[in-house]
């Protein structure tokens, strides 16, 4: 059975960072498409980031680029987001989310969570001004 295990959420000041991790079991963890997606009150869950475990593709949402960094352990099975230069507009629950999806596909624009079946259940990341 797929397990995805997010941590790392909590408080920051704008400006701070954090770092996210989603460990990873019950599944064959190289060529799977992972993402990492948020969700503020009211609104749609949208995509932060993704990456093509083993390939090496990496995408980002265009409000998180250059601030973000997605990353990945492969001997740990663990995903990671590097969060640096938060901003109160980043305040949301995320989530992490993985699905067989091939590296053309696995992209922020075309990996939308609906195609994703597997998630996590989510840490909080609360940005102050």
């Known amino acids: 059975q797929v397990q995805l295990v997010e941590s790392g959420g909590g408080s920051v000041q704008a400006g701070g960072s954090l770092r996210l991790s989603c460990a990873v079991s019950g599944y064959t963890y190289s060529s799977y498409c992972m993402g990492w997606f948020r969700q503020a009150p009211g609104k749609e869950r949208e995509g932060v980031a993704t990456?093509?475990?083993?390939?090496?593709?990496?995408y980002y949402a265009d409000s998180v680029k250059a601030r973000f960094s997605i990353s990945e352990d492969y001997a740990k099975k663990t995903l990671y987001l590097q969060m640096n230069s938060l901003k109160p507009e980043d305040t949301a629950m995320y989530y992490c989310?993985?699905?067989?999806?091939?590296?053309?596909?696995?992209?922020?624009?075309?990996?939308?969570?609906?195609?994703?079946?597997?998630w996590g259940r989510g840490t909080q990341v609360t940005v102050s001004s």
């Open positions: 989310a993985a699905e067989g999806l091939g590296p053309s596909h696995c992209t922020v624009v075309f990996a939308t969570p609906d195609r994703f079946t597997r």
């Open positions: 990456v093509y475990t083993g390939g090496g593709y990496r």
